[in-house]
């Protein structure tokens, strides 16, 4: 079984027992957190597909931890001048541990 949801502006695969990292999510390490928009849902040779979102599907984790992302950089330069200008940037993140995928009344 596995669900597909959105978190952050971006679509997730996930199965039961993953980790992944997404956008950071306000709330404390250990804390149980319950995601409802559920865009479909799999299970062996039943598909459930969401218009947008399929109804009382919910995907539950468990937040392990909060992060940073590797840094990105960025160089702008001007020649003829010289001149230089290097930026740097790390995205926070928030480590998810997925505990349970319900179907809902979707189905």
């Known amino acids: 079984m596995y669900a597909i949801f959105r978190a952050g502006g971006k ?6 027992g993953d980790s992944l990292n997404v956008a950071l999510i306000d709330a ?9 928009d559920v865009l479909m849902i799999e299970d062996g040779d039943d598909v459930s597909i ?3 979102t399929v109804e009382g599907a919910t995907v539950t984790a468990v937040i392990e931890e909060h992060n940073r992302a590797k840094k990105v950089t960025s160089l ?28 809902g009344s979707g189905r």
């Not at 404390?28 to 409802?36: F, K, P, R, S, Y």
């Open 11 to 16: 679509q997730y695969r996930v199965q039961q």
């Open 50 to 52: 969401g218009a947008p």
């Open 76 to 103: 702008k330069y001007k020649n003829k001048t010289r001149q230089r200008t290097l930026h740097g940037h790390r995205q926070q993140q928030t480590r998810i541990r997925i505990t349970g995928i319900e179907a």
């Open 28 to 36: 404390e390490a250990g804390a149980e957190l319950t995601i409802d």
